[in-house]
């Protein structure tokens, strides 16, 4: 068990809407990434937060935005859903991912 | 820009051994990664090398070349459950995650 923890595990949405997906680093893991994975490719960086700031962000656009709590635990919000949202969500956390979110936009 | 290679997709049978090669062009280098994915899992942690040379850890080694931006991980003894896709990425200059689309391993009996 790599103690990184996502939720939820699966989501589906339709196109324009919002969604908020969760993640909770190992204890005392200061440094949460989100990525994007979409079927048959690698991880994409979307971003990265360290002390509860954006300090790396990846080639996404601004519908892409995030949170850090003071306990570490982030948030990666979605707004104006696409279908090309569709994807794997991913939350890093020095050298281990969390399970993931699938999330289906139709 | 940056990029890293790896072949799209290999197969190998069971008991055999099978090299995954990784290619990279980054700005800088701190290390590389290879992880396992299996379908619909997140990626699970395999090796990190950052001096040149073999890591060993069971049936699974990796390797790296800095000089020629080569990295290879190998499998010996292959299980049917070693059918995943494998990921190498590597860690720029700015300390960023850069990955490839990862090599799918197929294991025949």
């Known amino acids: 068990d790599a103690g990184v923890t996502q939720s939820p595990t699966h989501l589906i949405k339709t196109r324009g809407q919002q969604v908020t997906l969760r993640c909770s680093p190992k204890?005392?893991?200061?440094?949460v990434s989100w990525y994007q994975q979409a079927l048959g490719q690698g991880p994409q960086f979307i971003f990265q937060?360290?002390?509860?700031?954006?300090?790396q962000r990846g080639n996404f656009p601004d519908r892409f935005s995030g949170h850090q709590f003071p306990n570490y635990s982030s948030e990666l919000n979605v707004n104006a859903l696409l279908l090309g949202d569709s994807a794997l969500y991913l939350c890093?956390?020095?050298?281990?991912f969390g399970n993931g979110t699938r999330l289906t936009v139709t | 820009g940056q990029n890293i290679d790896q072949p799209t997709e290999m197969t190998a049978t069971e008991g055999a051994i099978v090299q995954i090669n990784c290619t990279y062009q980054?700005?800088?280098?701190?290390?590389l990664f290879w992880y396992q994915q299996h379908a619909g899992e997140a990626p699970t942690f395999l090796s990190y090398?950052?001096l040149d040379g073999l890591e060993e850890k069971g049936r699974f080694s990796s390797f790296l070349s800095r000089s020629k931006g080569y990295s290879y991980l190998l499998l010996k003894e292959l299980q049917m459950k070693d059918s995943a896709s494998y990921l190498c990425?590597?860690?720029?200059?700015?300390?960023?995650?850069?990955w490839g689309a990862g090599t799918k391993l197929i294991i025949k009996p």
């Open positions: 890093f956390s020095p050298l281990h």
């Open positions: 204890s005392g893991h200061d440094t």
């Open positions: 937060y360290y002390e509860e700031e954006e300090r």
């Open positions: 980054t700005s800088g280098f701190n290390g």
């Open positions: 090398n950052v």
């Open positions: 990425a590597v860690i720029d200059s700015n300390y960023q995650l850069i």
